[in-house]
């Protein structure tokens, strides 16, 4: 499985957001970029799982990598409990090669270069996270803090 970076339909991040606490917004006002997300890390029941990556902040340096956080080096981070089923069609892949912004362009670049290196330990923690979260529903902390997987699914396939 060859990961890539993605943009998801910001409309339907808008429509997931009603079933998902823990789903980040895909852009604000003050945002000058989307967010991107790492895919298809996983496919089940039909349907594809992306995991959203995040700008690395200052309270990052301190925290330590889990099985639902992983960090790309001090560039990024990507928070595996907050995947989330995409429907085909509404999402994209990002062409690194045409973004005008240099500074964004080499980021993502680096981004890439070392979420390729981190490619098995990202599709092997989404799919823990994934069948934790179906085991346990919301009775670990890991659960707790996760999407609640089988409503995204069943959302995204009630979307169109």
Do not use: W
């Amino acid at each position: 499985m060859n990961l890539q970076i993605y943009e998801v339909d910001p409309y339907y991040i808008d429509y997931l957001r009603q079933y998902a606490k823990h789903l980040f917004h895909n852009a604000g006002k003050e945002q000058q970029n989307s967010r991107k997300y790492i895919g298809i890390v996983l496919e089940i029941n039909d349907l594809k799982y992306f995991v959203p990556l995040s700008s690395f902040k200052p309270k990052h340096k301190a925290m330590k990598e889990t099985i639902d956080f992983i960090k790309v080096k001090d560039y990024a981070v990507l928070n595996i409990n907050n995947m989330l089923p995409v429907p085909e069609g509404l999402f994209e892949r990002v062409n690194i090669g045409t973004i005008k912004d240099l500074k964004y362009k080499t980021l993502l670049q680096a981004e890439y270069r070392e979420i390729k290196k981190k490619r098995n330990l990202i599709v092997k923690n989404a799919g823990i996270v994934y069948r934790h979260k179906i085991k346990n529903e919301n009775n670990t902390p890991l659960s707790k803090r996760t999407n609640d997987f089988i409503e995204l699914e069943k959302a995204c396939k009630n979307y169109f």
